[in-house]
């Protein structure tokens, strides 16, 4: 039998050869902003970042369709500290995006109801107003739920009118009481 050994030369080689893919791997270091959104006992910021950028990259990571659901919804509600244009379009792209049958791109949705409530009642109610009013027809009860609940801060016409309209078609008590729209 046989035996052989190394020899020193392709030693050398294959250590030549993982260095030189160490050198040009990209880093493996994650943002700070990443960073901040892992954990297990993780909790909503109170008051904006001071990473510069964060914003920017609140938004990134809650559209990185390659980060976990969770951490792209706890982005999502980071979001709710910065109540400016570039969240708002955010927000607004993601209510209006067209829903799929994945649980979590509904799930995502309602949320993101729910956080552009928060964010930009009373500020922009009017808005909201027509951003959301057409939602109360959707196929997703839990959704239109969410939107009935946020139209209701709002003191107006259009929105008391899209609701009393909401009102006469629920066909469920569970969703007449949890959208608080009880007459």
Same mark, same amino acid.
């Given at each position: 039998m046989?035996?052989?050994?190394?020899?020193n030369?392709h030693?050398?080689?294959? !250590?030549?050869?993982?260095?030189?893919?160490?050198?040009?791997?990209?880093?493996?270091?994650?943002?700070? =902003?990443?960073?901040?959104?892992?954990?297990?006992?993780?909790?909503?910021?109170?008051?904006?970042?001071?990473?510069e950028?964060?914003?920017?990259?609140?938004?990134?990571?809650?559209?990185?369709?390659?980060?976990?659901?969770?951490i792209?919804?706890?982005?999502? @509600?980071?979001l !709710?500290?910065y +109540?400016? /244009?570039?969240?708002? !379009?955010?927000?607004?792209?993601?209510? !209006?995006?067209?829903s799929?049958n994945?649980?979590?791109?509904k799930?995502?949705?309602?949320?993101?109801?729910d956080? $552009?409530?928060?964010t930009?009642l +009373?500020?922009?109610?009017?808005?909201?107003?027509?951003?959301?009013? +057409? $939602?109360?027809?959707?196929? /997703?009860a839990h959704l239109?739920?969410?939107?009935?609940q946020?139209?209701?801060? =709002? /003191?107006?016409?259009? @929105?008391?009118?899209? $609701?009393?309209?909401?009102?006469?078609?629920i066909g469920?008590?569970?969703?007449?009481?949890?959208?608080r729209?009880?007459q």
């Open positions: 046989k035996t052989y050994k190394k020899s030369s030693r050398g080689f294959a !250590t030549c050869f993982v260095a030189v893919q160490l050198l040009f791997m990209p880093p493996l270091i994650a943002s700070d =902003i990443l960073d901040r959104l892992q954990g297990y006992e993780w909790k909503l910021p109170a008051e904006p970042l001071r990473e950028g964060a914003q920017a990259e609140l938004i990134r990571i809650a559209s990185d369709r390659t980060q976990p659901n969770f792209r919804a706890r982005a999502v @509600a980071a !709710t500290v +109540p400016s /244009d570039e969240v708002w !379009t955010f927000y607004s792209a993601r209510i !209006t995006a067209a799929e994945n649980p979590a791109n799930v995502s949705r309602r949320r993101t109801v956080a $552009l409530c928060s930009f +009373p500020d922009r109610a009017e808005a909201i107003q027509v951003l959301l009013t +057409p $939602l109360l027809n959707e196929d /997703d239109r739920v969410r939107v009935a946020c139209l209701e801060n =709002i /003191d107006s016409h259009g @929105a008391k009118s899209a $609701l009393g309209s909401y009102r006469s078609g469920e008590s569970w969703e007449l009481k949890a959208g729209v009880a």
